[in-house]
Nanobody
Framework: QVQLEESGGGLVQPGGSLRLSCAAS????????MGWFRQAPGKERDFVAGISSGGRTYYADSLRGRFTVSRDNAKNTVYLQMNGLKPEETAVYYC???????????????WGQGTQVTVSS
């Protein structure tokens, strides 16, 4: 079992950057694939990025080049660096963990509580 807690959200102007963190409990963190999803009001929870235990990264096509996912296994933490943020990317951003990478939210069991990211001038 793993518990997840996101942080780092907030208000940012269009074109700005934020770095989200997700701290995980449990000794088996390093074996999990870690993922980031986001959910805007009235919309489904969409895949943003994922990172394997070995550091291989996966991105939603539209985000490749602006978002970077990374992990520090010694700190049981995964990060999401977001650059060039757009107002339409306002959403709650969630961290998730699994033994397999899935691109749909309904395949994941472990979730954090989410952190709000608001992109507005």
């Amino acid at each position: 079992q793993v518990q997840l807690e996101e942080s780092g959200g907030g208000l940012v102007q269009p074109g700005g950057s934020l770095r989200l963190s997700c701290a995980a409990s449990g000794r088996t963190f390093r074996t999990y694939i870690m993922g980031w999803f986001r959910q805007a009001p009235g919309k489904e929870r969409d895949f943003v990025a994922g990172i394997s235990s070995g550091g291989r990264t996966y991105y939603a096509d539209s985000l490749r080049g602006r978002f970077t996912v990374s992990r520090d296994n010694a700190k049981n933490t995964v990060y999401l660096q977001m650059n060039g943020l757009k107002p339409e990317e306002t959403a709650v951003y969630y961290c998730t963990a699994s033994d397999t990478l899935y691109y749909t939210f309904d395949r994941y069991y472990y979730w954090g509580q989410g952190t709000q990211v608001t992109v507005s001038s």
